[in-house]
């Protein structure tokens, strides 16, 4: 059985965030790169466009995570953690927070993106413009670069798809390039 069919049958094919059965598909949560059923939700269209930034959050349509965040898939609870910090500055996230429970490993997984960070704290990652980088980007290799502990060399030019945020140190993105993952410094990037 195919991930995919395995997220349809235990979510009963709805959004395991706010339960639509509208436009589900799978997502993968940051900053995971296998697709596998620990690492992977279903979820709609609303959810998956406000999560990745590309329409305006609603902060009312995020109380279904009232229900949500007591899942007993950790994939989950780690999305339903991630999207109260983001809206913590509503008043009734905070609360949920307050009562939510993650065992530690989780809770490593859930502030892996700084969804918790203040916003004067997080970590930004910028391309050699200066722009602002973000997990799922695609960039550009600016330059060759030698693969440390490997006899490859990255050509440039070459695109570097669905990147991943080292979010202890805005220099450093990971990415595949041919079969290969490897981290590459943010400056010999440019953005896609």
């Not at 279904?64 to 109260?84: G, K, P």
């Not at 809206?87 to 993650?102: A, C, S």
């Not at 969804?115 to 990652?125: G, L, M, R, S």
Request: glycine share 6%; aromatic share 4%.
């Amino acid at each position: 059985m195919s991930v995919l069919q395995t997220l349809q049958e235990r979510s009963n094919n709805s959004c395991e965030l706010c339960s639509s059965t509208n436009d589900v598909s799978q997502y993968t949560i940051p900053p995971s790169l296998n697709e596998n059923v620990d690492n992977d939700v279903l979820i709609c269209k609303t959810c998956k466009d406000q999560i990745e930034g590309n329409t305006e959050m609603d902060p009312n349509h995020w109380r279904c995570l009232n229900d949500s965040m007591w899942s007993e898939h950790v994939a989950v609870q780690i999305m339903a953690w991630r999207m109260l910090q983001r809206l913590r500055g509503e008043g009734w996230p905070k609360d949920l927070l307050d009562i939510m429970y993650l065992d530690d490993e989780a809770l490593a997984l859930a502030r892996a993106t700084g969804e918790h960070e203040d916003e004067a704290n997080k970590i930004v990652h910028r391309d050699v413009n200066g722009v602002i980088l973000e997990s799922g980007d695609s960039v550009v290799l600016i330059k060759d670069l030698k693969v440390k502990g490997s006899s490859m060399v990255a050509k440039q030019g070459t695109a570097v798809r669905n990147i991943r945020l080292d979010h202890e140190n805005a220099e450093y993105i990971e990415g595949k390039v041919g079969s290969q993952q490897i981290v590459i410094i943010t400056k010999y990037v440019k953005k896609l």
